[in-house]
């Protein structure tokens, strides 16, 4: 079992910033993304990374958001940039899959990230 715990979301302007955090409960070699879903959406991938730190982002947010991982820590970070109000959404963070197109079976509750207009 992994237990995933969110930090970081809250209320932003457009065009502001944001840095969510995830700490797992134990040492992973598995990929770890964010998902993200608003309200009557479909979660969708935001952006994973492996162990070793390969990458996969979402079109929507390829420029503007940068993921990356300090695996000491058994942590994923998502620095959200020139965000918009489309950006809107719950972000879950998820683990427990190499693939970086899949979601895993772990996931952490969720941080509200509301881009105000």
């Known amino acids: 079992q992994v237990q995933l715990v969110e930090s970081g979301g809250g209320l932003v302007q457009a065009g502001g910033s944001l840095r969510l955090s995830c700490a797992a409960s134990?040492?992973?070699?598995?990929?770890m993304g964010w998902y993200r879903q608003a309200p009557e959406e479909q979660r969708e991938l935001v952006a994973a990374?492996?162990?070793?730190?390969?990458?996969n982002y979402a079109d929507s947010v390829k420029g503007r958001f940068t993921i990356s991982r300090d695996n000491a820590k058994n942590t994923v970070y998502l620095q959200m940039n020139s965000l918009k109000p489309e950006d809107t959404a719950v972000y879950y963070c998820?683990?427990?899959?190499?693939?970086?197109?899949?979601?895993?079976?772990?996931w952490g509750q969720g941080t509200q990230v509301t881009v105000s207009s």
């Open positions: 998820n683990t427990g899959i190499y693939h970086l197109a899949d979601p895993g079976r772990y």
């Open positions: 134990r040492s992973i070699t598995y990929a």
């Open positions: 990374i492996s162990y070793g730190g390969s990458t």
